[in-house]
């Protein structure tokens, strides 16, 4: 009776380990889609400008592309967010 009772705790602390696991996997996946919506843009310019500068062609206007959005990304990190400004965005 003693070894079911020790296999039973054994099972339930490894569910709760997978439970964490998928949490944390969750939060992790939640940031990495927050920064990329965020910095998505300037990403897919620079990728673009790697590629074709690559290829050997001229990749000045995906460079610059790049250039603007990563700046307009920084004006926008650069505003105070909060409750309080919450949908005068359109305003």
């Known amino acids: 009776m003693k070894n079911h009772r020790s296999f039973r705790a ?4 490894s569910g709760q380990g997978m439970t964490e696991y998928i949490i ?11 920064v990329y919506s965020f910095l998505g843009q300037t990403l897919r310019s620079q990728t673009a400008g790697i590629a074709l500068e690559l290829s050997g062609q001229n990749a000045d206007a995906a ?8 700046q307009s990304a920084q004006s926008a990190a ?3 967010k909060g409750l309080d400004s919450y949908g005068t965005a359109g305003r």
Not at 24 to 34: N, R, Y
Not at 63 to 70: F, K, T
């Open 10 to 13: 054994r099972r339930h602390q």
């Open 63 to 70: 460079i610059s592309e790049a250039r603007s959005s990563a």
């Open 24 to 34: 944390v996997v969750a939060l992790v996946a939640v940031a990495a889609i927050g």
């Open 78 to 80: 650069s505003q105070r």
